[in-house]
């Protein structure tokens, strides 16, 4: 298993940030299939990703960048912003790994690595097309949650299309 570690984003590293939504995107644009979301622009870029910003001015939003035996390999966004609507401490706001560092452990390490030690209520909200990641993200809340606070749930309305899984971490 390589070195997985995660790597507090400073706004010095919003460039890398910006780069990786390209590709983060690119991935994404398979479950946007039918819809307006996801078009190239002019430039041939994806557009920027619209909070990120936020992630440097306000309060309960940590930006990560996840490296691999100390290369770059993919980023973890984490808010306090809860797609279910109700009270929540901590929420995966977008994860990312690049293709050559999948299906090897190096997500869970990194999920693992973000969640574990912030104590609280959790909640990752994943898209209802993107099934790999629901099972992925299962996996994750069952280890790293309290037993017996697991809480998946589909949603479909303003907040939310697809899974949400709530859960405690002491």
């Known amino acids: 298993m390589p070195n997985v570690e995660l790597q507090l984003a400073g706004p010095e590293r919003r460039g890398a940030l910006d780069a990786l939504f390209q590709f983060y995107t690119h991935d994404f644009s398979d479950f946007w299939a039918g819809t307006d979301r996801g078009e190239l622009q ?25 490296r691999v035996d100390g290369h770059l390999a993919g980023f973890v966004l984490i808010n306090d912003v809860a797609h279910s609507g109700r009270p929540v401490d901590f929420s995966v706001a977008e994860f990312f790994v690049v293709r050559k560092h999948r299906r ?59 899974l949400i899984l709530r859960f405690m971490v002491a």
């Not at 002019?42 to 306000?58: I, K, M, N, Q, T």
């Not at 190096?106 to 099934?131: D, F, H």
């Open 42 to 66: 002019e430039d041939g870029r994806f557009a920027d990703y619209p909070y990120l910003d936020s992630y440097w001015s306000e309060l309960k939003r940590w930006p990560y960048l996840v």
């Open 104 to 162: 090897g452990g190096v997500g869970k390490a990194a999920a693992r690595a973000a969640i574990a030690g912030r104590p609280g209520q959790w909640e990752l909200a994943v898209a209802r097309r993107n099934v790999g990641a629901q099972a992925f993200w299962r996996g994750v809340a069952d280890e790293l949650g309290v037993p017996g606070t697991v809480e998946a749930r589909e949603q479909d309305d303003d907040l939310w299309n697809g």
